[in-house]
């Protein structure tokens, strides 16, 4: 017999703390730990939990008792219910305020390491319409908000264009207004989603895999350059062309236009042709008088301006003079191995993806700098004391992994090497923290810098300077 999970209500919970994911934090009158969404610390709150563990419940809110200083109004209409930017309704000093505290948190608990004063986090200027990149999803069968049940009006067009709900892999919420990237991207957005039901061109349905139209991705520069890519599911050539041939028209103003036929069960698009239908195959982006040539799978710092900020303290952070050779891990597209290129004697990228390796080298002959090399494998791999032997002993290693952090093996060469001067950019300070607790013995943490790269979320990147003992 399966064990009930019986759900409780906790009257009167004060919020104090903001967590993980995005989670508001509380403590239930038996002392475990209670993950609520979307509240503020400092709600006083009635909790219904929805789910309990060992340690700890998930709850949501099932009244205000009271409502926390720290709150703002929230300017998205589709907040709470689309999970994209779960701290809008928390004002922005204290989000600063939050992240600060989470990185502070895992470096000292997780890492166990002695730290210099943490400088003040880098606040984003622009907190909202910030992304130069957005993807939406298509979807013959969209989600009901409350409101729209309990209208009780029937809704005849059930066709969607917007963002997954949250746990749901085959639900779309449709999007009016999207705060996050800027105009022209919620004209584009709706008037596909409008021309393509008026228009009978079917859209996508998960759940069935049918439907023609899967997603739509938009792509903005600080250029002011446009990148729109409409991905299908199989060829249907008249409408195809149809929609596309709209887009155009309606938007003469977008560069590159672009599309994709993709009849597997995923929507990724890094194994499939990219096809150009009109204007160029790339558009470009620009920073510190350097050019950046970004195609439809290119990656590039989604907060364009922000990026620049990150770029700069890692540059200020190595510290470099002319005669440093750099290592730069995890380089991606080569971004930061030519940001700093100019203040070095040499400087080598290392990153898994053949595609943004074949950028970087395009984009480094852009900008006619000659002292950057770029290779492409696993880092585990590649990064070993043969390739160290035929390239030179780093000065200064700059890494910047994914999420999970760096493989044992990489830290592993870096402590057989010992580099004067390690340069660590990070999206998740958890896994920054273990990665440092392994440096511990040999290097000395003397800087930590939070950047917020995407306000409203939760979401935040540090960076951290380690000198030799």
């Not at 896994?431 to 607790?437: E, G, H, S, W």
Request: charge should be negative; include cysteine; charged fraction near 30%.
């Amino acid at each position: 017999m399966a064990r009930k999970n019986k759900k409780k209500v906790f009257p009167a919970l004060e919020v104090i703390d903001a967590g993980a994911k995005g989670k508001a934090i509380a403590k239930a009158p038996d002392g475990k730990v209670v993950f609520i969404d979307n509240a503020v610390p400092g709600d006083v709150a009635d909790v219904q939990t929805y789910k309990k563990r060992k340690a700890y419940y998930y709850g949501k809110v099932a009244n205000y008792v009271s409502y926390s200083d720290k709150r703002t109004e929230p300017v998205c209409q589709h907040f709470g219910t689309c999970g994209g930017c779960k701290w809008q309704n928390m004002d922005y000093k204290y989000q600063l305020f939050y992240k600060q505290q989470e990185v502070e948190n895992n470096l000292k608990r997780l890492g166990k390491i002695d730290l210099p004063e943490t400088t003040p986090i880098a606040g984003s200027k622009e907190i909202y319409f910030y992304r130069n990149k957005m993807e939406f999803s298509f979807s013959d069968s969209k989600w009901l908000t409350l409101d729209e049940i309990k209208s009780g009006v029937e809704i005849e067009d059930k066709n969607a264009l917007g963002f997954h709900i949250p746990g749901m892999w085959d639900k779309i919420l449709n999007i009016e207004k999207c705060h996050l990237q800027a105009d022209p991207s919620n004209a584009i957005r709706n008037e596909v989603r409008d021309f393509a039901s008026k228009n009978n061109i079917p859209f996508f349905n998960a759940r069935n895999q049918e439907g023609l139209l899967r997603t739509l991705m938009i792509r903005t520069s600080s250029t002011g350059e446009i990148m729109v890519l409409v991905q299908f599911f199989y060829e249907d050539k008249e409408n195809r062309e149809l929609l596309l041939n709209f887009i155009a028209e309606r938007f003469p103003e977008i560069t590159s236009l672009q599309y994709v036929v993709n009849e597997k069960g995923n929507d990724t698009i890094y194994d499939q042709e990219v096809i150009c239908f009109k204007g160029r195959d790339h558009i470009f982006e620009e920073m510190e008088g350097l050019k950046f040539k970004i195609n439809a799978k290119s990656f590039y710092q989604t907060n364009s301006e922000q990026a620049y900020e990150l770029y700069k303290i890692t540059r200020e952070f190595a510290d470099l003079d002319e005669n440093d050779l750099v290592y730069d891990l995890y380089t991606g597209t080569g971004t930061i191995a030519q940001f700093v290129a100019k203040k070095a004697k040499k400087v080598i990228g290392v990153e898994a993806v053949p595609e943004a390796i074949e950028d970087a080298k395009k984009n480094a002959q852009l900008n006619e700098i000659d002292n950057v090399e770029f290779y492409v494998g696993d880092m585990k791999k590649v990064f070993t004391q043969d390739f160290i032997d035929t390239h030179g002993q780093p000065d200064v290693i700059i890494t910047d992994p994914p999420r999970d952090g760096m493989h044992k093996d990489v830290v592993a060469q870096i402590i057989s090497i010992l580099p004067k001067k390690i340069v660590y950019v990070s999206c998740n300070s958890a896994t920054q923290a273990r990665d440092l607790a392994l440096l511990d013995e040999h290097y000395k943490v003397t800087k930590v810098q939070p950047v917020d790269m995407f306000p409203q979320t939760h979401h935040v990147e540090n960076v951290v300077r380690l000198e030799l003992r």
